[in-house]
């Protein structure tokens, strides 16, 4: 008779999600800026998804981890609305340009995310 399995030793998917919100692949155009520096000082980049909890951006230089950025994101209805945000990760991808992944500092209500998403 086979060996029934373990209760202690389930199975786990190999590639599993570990988001706890669904990310929305997005593009965005978007301005960021270092946090504390005047808002003349913004620079472009691109929104390439988006989450209750984070966004990852294509920009063309590198951060280290745990920099605070000021990211200017749009909406549909009302303009630009600011969010800060924390570098979680940093990739380099085609381009000379660079995948960053980022945490809100406070995460979005459903409200804000649909709004950057209409």
Known sequence: MPAKPSKTHQPRPVAAERRGYVRYKRTLD????FLG???RDLTAGQVVDLSVSG???MLDRTF????SLVLRLP???SGWASHLVRVKHCRPAAGGRYVVGCQFVRP???EQLIA???
């Not at 978007?30 to 800026?33: D, L, V």
């Not at 280290?64 to 920099?67: F, I, K, Q, R, V």
Request: charged content about 15%.
């Open 30 to 33: 978007t301005f960021w800026q």
């Open 37 to 39: 520096l005047p808002p």
């Open 55 to 57: 966004v990852g951006l």
């Open 64 to 67: 280290p981890e745990g920099t």
């Open 75 to 77: 909406t549909a209805r």
């Open 108 to 110: 979005l209500t459903p």
């Open 116 to 118: 950057h998403l209409e």
